[in-house]
């Protein structure tokens, strides 16, 4: 199969419960470095243009809101977060569903917290719709590390690609020196290594 590059128009970043309580929940990784991850790949796709799709399940309980990053981010795309109402695989919520299909894109780099619950049910629909899936493993845990590591082999088994941040946006950037790629260290690059 032919390599074919992740670019602002040929993919959509979808983020699912990046939620202040439901990162807390996690212990495979630590919370601030996995919310610095997310919100990484989320000035990325801004830069770029790329349609950004956020989800939250139940905010008014533990799971709690947003990450405040993400609405400095994107204005738009928070006000435009699906907020669902405790159904555990985001594709199963019929306006996440349709946000996904308005991206009108194939290609889907998915983080969620946690990969063993958030992420790994709707990168199985995903995949099973014939679309390609992105993981970004280190923007999202689980509550033990066997839980993680179950969850992306069980991903990765059934067809998605699993890859880090750092890789994510080395490959949307493709070229530091171009404007888009100079914009991506000045914001995204610099201020992680800070």
Do not use: Y
């Not at 929940?25 to 790329?50: D, F």
């Not at 349709?98 to 290609?107: F, L, N, Y």
């Not at 990168?123 to 993680?148: C, I, K, N, Q, T």
């Amino acid at each position: 199969m032919a390599f074919e590059r992740l670019t602002g128009s040929n993919a959509a970043l979808l983020l699912i419960d990046h939620q202040v309580g439901t990162i807390k929940m996690v212990s495979s990784m630590p919370g601030g470095e996995l919310k610095q991850n997310a919100v990484m790949l989320a000035k990325t796709a801004h830069i770029l243009g790329m349609p950004i799709v956020l989800t939250t399940s139940m905010e008014d309980h533990q799971q709690g809101p947003l990450i405040d990053e993400l609405q400095e981010i994107s204005r738009d795309a928070f006000d435009a977060r699906v907020k669902r109402t405790g159904i555990v695989n985001a594709m199963e919520d019929p306006l996440f569903a349709q946000a996904v299909q308005t991206t009108r894109r194939q290609r889907f780099i998915l983080a969620g917290v946690t990969n063993d619950v958030c992420t790994v049910f709707p990168a199985l629909s995903l995949l099973d719709r014939g679309h390609e899936v992105f993981v970004v493993a280190d923007a999202g845990g689980s509550p033990s590390a066997m839980g993680d590591n179950l969850a992306l082999r069980r991903m990765e088994r059934a067809g998605a690609t699993v890859l880090g941040t750092g890789q994510v946006v080395a490959e949307l950037a493709e070229n530091w020196s171009s404007p888009q790629g100079q914009e991506i260290l000045q914001k995204v690059i610099a201020p992680a290594m800070r």
